[in-house]
T-cell receptor, first 109, second 116 residues
Framework: GQNIDQPTEMTATEGAIVQINCTYQ??????LFWYQQHAGEAPTFLSY??LDGLEEKGRFSSFLSRSKGYSYLLLKELQMKDSASYLC??????????WGAGTKLIIKP | IAGITQAPTSQILAAGRRMTLRCTQD?????MYWYRQDLGLGLRLIHY???????GKGEVPDGYSVSRANTDDFPLTLASAVPSQTSVYFC???????????????FGPGTRLTVL
């Protein structure tokens, strides 16, 4: 079957750096997405990786290793507004998105 | 304002009743999707449409139906609601649908549905 694994919850301190991991086993691979979802709101797109390596976008970076079935989202200079759930999703061989359950990130002052 | 709208925002429904969740996008996206989101589970695809006039079944289609008469609208109907359909429902759209590589999906605000 297809599977996306992420930690359920993480806690970090304002101003610090946090890394959220995602491992996947899917039928085929056509890219990996990270979305942010604040409580009670819709998911919003953060990043997309299809080739191995690091993609940087301001305070957020996303890394992919296709051979290891692994990605991480790196958040730097954490702010209180970064408290949210972070969803990892992989596009499979049918170009359908398979979603992880999300990682709830709690930021403490 | 460009984006996706959903209606209603929330609804409490008696079991056995019929309910249609509405979704409209003004981005002229070809593809649209319906997901449900339950605590502890990832988003699960119910139905999708790669272009107006076509629809397909996702991971959890039973008990739901959709139609895509035009580009903008993609309603989701529960013919006879059951308590296990209590969930948050998100509609999403993307530019190209099946075959597109990145084809980022953009989400509506969601409908919180409770079936008693």
């Amino acid at each position: 079957g297809q599977n996306i694994d992420q930690p359920t919850e993480m806690t970090a301190t304002e101003g610090a750096i946090v890394q959220i991991n995602c491992t996947y086993q899917t039928s085929g691979f056509n890219g990996l997405f990270w979305y942010q979802q604040h409580a009670g709101e819709a998911p919003t797109f953060l990043s997309y990786n299809v080739l191995d390596g690091l993609e940087e976008k301001g305070r957020f970076s996303s890394f992919l290793s296709r051979s290891k079935g692994y990605s991480y989202l790196l958040l730097k200079e954490l702010q209180m507004k970064d408290s949210a759930s972070y969803l990892c999703a992989v596009k499979d061989s049918n170009y359908q998105l398979i979603w992880g359950a999300g990682t709830k990130l709690i930021i403490k002052p | 304002i460009a984006g996706i709208t959903q209606a209603p925002t929330s609804q409490i429904l008696a079991a056995g009743r019929r309910m249609t969740l509405r979704c409209t996008q003004d981005m002229r996206h070809n593809a649209m999707y319906w997901y449900r989101q339950d605590l502890g589970l990832g988003l699960r695809l119910i139905h999708y449409s790669n272009t107006a006039g076509t629809t397909g079944k996702g991971e959890v289609p039973d008990g739901y139906s959709v139609s895509r008469a035009n580009t903008d609208d993609f309603p989701l109907t529960l013919a006879s609601a059951v308590p296990s359909q209590t969930s948050v429902y998100f509609c999403a759209s993307s530019d190209s649908g099946g075959g597109g590589r990145q084809d980022t999906q953009y989400f509506g605000p969601g409908t919180r549905l409770t079936v008693l």
